[in-house]
């Protein structure tokens, strides 16, 4: 135990599977990969758990993407958790057709917490929002395991988590009022979601306005109860025509996610190893970690000298009714990386360049894709791409010439 966290997170799959389909989830479970499509063996999990000293604590997610209550030997595999690291573990479930022994013997387990995803408590949205499960049974479960934490001595703390959607979102008020005074969790997290490709469909129909945020945030901050919004709405109000004087760097999360199959990614990287065949993992990673992290410290430095270069002279041209943002600029071994959105209020297609110092113009290629504050801040009708402009530090372009690069939208 005396072992420095330095990670994060780490999230473990146990299963790739899941017993509901939600629309918004983040999943794209028609085209799982492969090494998910399993359940994860008692071998993989013992070496898993040897990574337990490398997190804070409530920070070990078992089945942060999937669904853990569908491992056939979930309980046995949290009672091999060491007793002292039992805090350092959360489990995350839908709930929604658990046995009542295995309900039972989460609410007498010694991790740190378990979260409950609840959407709803009325009957037509909670269907439309949890596809496959039922109100009546879900609702059952969650009274019995209340039930039997209140009468364990060890027993997880028990949070919740709702999805904010059109659909539900006048009713979260009411929701975190009654699930506070019948469960009395230790928290409640009312959350955006951020959906892949093939659903952006419905992600476009059933995503809060800025309005709808704003308001729900005003109702929830009257209720005597903890909750909290997610993280990155702390970003409203956003600021389309943002300042590129003052690009901000986001924070890296320094973090493990474990696949099904033994095969650890570090996130953030294309890192990935078969813990499988590792003798010593914890020795492994922390040694990987740390060569990580140096590279990511002289990263840094970098990332410091392109804000520099970019605070004095790119320039952006846009034609009127192109609205835009530089989101992110990094710079990466040998290549300055311009990230964000633009958007033509008129649905024209948007053209960009990047203009060298010699004038020469490089068309870019860009992604049509959902951008959530991009539509909250300029409405839903328009054009929208997202943009990653990859310039590589060719010999010809020294990093002094990068003070008069521009970038140039214009409609097509
Ligand atoms: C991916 S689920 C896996 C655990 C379990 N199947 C469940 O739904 O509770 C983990 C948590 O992420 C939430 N979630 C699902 N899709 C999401 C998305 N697109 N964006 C943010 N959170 C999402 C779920 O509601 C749940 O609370
Ligand atoms: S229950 Fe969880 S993993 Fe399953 S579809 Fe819903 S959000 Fe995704």
Redo the contacts with the bound molecule.
């Keep these: 135990m005396d072992e420095k966290p330095c990670l994060d997170m780490i999230t473990v799959d146990l299963t790739g599977f ?1 017993n ?1 389909s ?1 629309p ?4 794209d479970f028609p085209k799982p990969l492969d090494r998910n499509r399993k359940y994860m063996d008692e071998k993989t999990f013992e070496k898993v758990l040897t990574l337990l000293p490398l997190v804070p604590d409530g920070c070990f997610y078992l ?6 209550t569908l491992h056939p030997d979930l309980i046995g595999f949290i009672k091999k958790i060491p007793e002292p690291y039992g805090k350092k573990v959360c489990l ?3 709930l929604a057709k658990v046995s009542e022994q295995v309900i039972h013997d989460l609410a007498e387990s010694h991790i740190n917490c378990i ?3 609840i ?1 709803s408590l009325e009957d037509e949205t909670f269907k439309q929002l949890r596809t496959g499960a039922d109100l009546y049974r879900f609702m059952k479960n969650l009274e019995k395991l209340t039930q039997y934490a209140v009468a364990s001595d060890v027993s997880p703390d028990i949070r919740f ?1 709702t ?1 904010a959607t059109k659909l539900n979102y006048k009713e979260i008020p009411g929701l975190v009022k009654k699930c506070a005074e019948m469960f009395k969790p230790a928290g409640h997290e009312i ?5 892949p490709l093939t659903k952006q469909e419905w992600g476009m129909k059933n995503k809060l306005t800025l309005s709808q945020w704003v308001s729900l945030d005003d109702e929830l901050s009257k209720l005597p109860y903890g909750c909290t919004l997610d993280d990155h709405i702390g970003f409203f109000p956003p600021n389309r025509q943002a300042d590129v004087e003052s690009p901000y760097f986001r924070e890296k999360i320094k973090g493990l996610r474990i696949h099904a199959d033994g095969e650890v990614e570090y996130l953030g990287s294309d890192i990935f190893i078969d813990i499988n065949r590792i003798d010593d993992p914890l020795y492994y990673f922390k040694s990987l970690i740390h060569f990580i992290e140096m590279d990511h410290r002289k990263t840094d430095e970098l990332q410091k000298v392109a804000g520099l270069l970019i605070k004095k002279n790119i320039t952006i041209k846009a034609e009127e009714e192109i609205e835009y943002c530089l989101d992110q600029v990094f710079f990466r071994s040998v290549t300055v990386i311009f990230m964000g959105w633009c958007f033509h209020k008129r649905n024209k297609p948007v053209n960009i360049y990047l203009v060298f110092p010699d004038n020469k113009k490089v068309k870019l290629d860009y992604s049509p894709l959902e951008s959530p504050d991009v539509e909250r801040s300029v409405g839903e009708l328009g054009t929208k791409c997202r943009f990653l402009i990859s310039v590589p530090l060719a010999h010809k372009y020294s990093p002094i010439d990068f003070e008069q690069i521009s970038i140039e939208f214009k409609s097509g």
Excluded: K, Y
């Design positions: 899941c509901l939600c918004f989830c983040l999943n089945s942060c993407l999937f669904e853990p995350t479930t839908n979260n409950i995803s959407d988590i999805i959350r955006d979601f951020c959906i």
